[in-house]
Nanobody
Framework: QVQLVESGGGLVQAGGSLRLSCAASGSIFGVNDMGWYRQAPGKQRELVATITSGESTNYADSVKGRFTISRDNAKNTVFLQMNSLKPEDTAVYYC???????????????WGKGTLVTVSS
């Protein structure tokens, strides 16, 4: 089995910062792309940022210059540093990873349960 567990969400004032973490655990042979998505109330889930195993990154236009995604391949962990937070960043943030399990010949998508980020004005 594989699990993704997020941490680091919470309540912050506009202009503040938070750092999200997501650790993958279980029978993992390798981890390909990892990323963060978010879903605000009444809206569809949207991409925030992704990072490849080679550490190439991609960001939504709405977070460019404010958020930074990074990863620790040795620990199968992905991070999201969020600075200059705005009320419109309020959402549940979900971790995603494309993981190759031990004994399985193809990678599968996994999701965390989400962590709530609330930005007050």
């Amino acid at each position: 089995q594989v699990q993704l567990v997020e941490s680091g969400g919470g309540l912050v004032q506009a202009g503040g910062s938070l750092r999200l973490s997501c650790a993958a655990s279980g029978s993992i042979f390798g981890v390909n792309d990892m990323g963060w998505y978010r879903q605000a109330p009444g809206k569809q889930r949207e991409l925030v940022a992704t990072i490849t195993s080679g550490e190439s990154t991609n960001y939504a236009d709405s977070v460019k210059g404010r958020f930074t995604i990074s990863r620790d391949n040795a620990k199968n962990t992905v991070f999201l540093q969020m600075n200059s937070l705005k009320p419109e960043d309020t959402a549940v943030y979900y971790c995603h990873a494309d993981i190759l399990r031990v004994g399985v010949g193809y990678a599968m998508n996994y999701w965390g349960k989400g962590t709530l980020v609330t930005v007050s004005s």
